[in-house]
């Protein structure tokens, strides 16, 4: 059975720091490329961020380039995102997903986690 646990959302102020974190257990994680995305309410899950399997590829949506970073252990089976200079229309439930694919859209993606929330005051 595939799980994916996020952790690390909180309320944070404004130009503030956060680090999500991805925990990932039944399936072979360096065979996945792990994605980051959000969800405000009422809006569209949209990527964050990519990494492929060995980590030599990323991407980053335009939004948060020069801000967030994606690393992933495959040692540690976890995916991370640090998240810098955080502004309040970066709140959203963040997700951690898994794709066979080198993919920014969430319809190749197979498995996603609970999700995690990031609220940013301003």
């Known amino acids: 059975q595939v799980q994916l646990v996020e952790s690390g959302g909180e309320l944070v102020q404004a130009g503030g720091s956060l680090r999500l974190s991805c925990a990932a257990s039944?399936?072979?994680?360096?065979?996945?490329?792990m994605g980051w995305f959000r969800q405000a309410p009422g809006k569209a899950r949209d990527i964050v961020s990519a990494i492929s399997r060995s980590g030599g590829s990323i991407y980053y949506a335009d939004s948060v380039k020069g801000r967030f970073t994606i690393s992933r252990d495959n040692a540690k089976n976890t995916v991370s995102l640090q998240m810098n200079s955080l502004k309040p229309e970066d709140a959203a439930v963040y997700y951690c997903a898994a794709s066979k694919y080198y993919a920014v859209s969430a319809s190749q993606y197979d498995y996603w986690g609970q999700g995690t929330q990031v609220t940013v005051s301003s």
């Open positions: 039944g399936l072979t994680f360096s065979s996945y490329t």
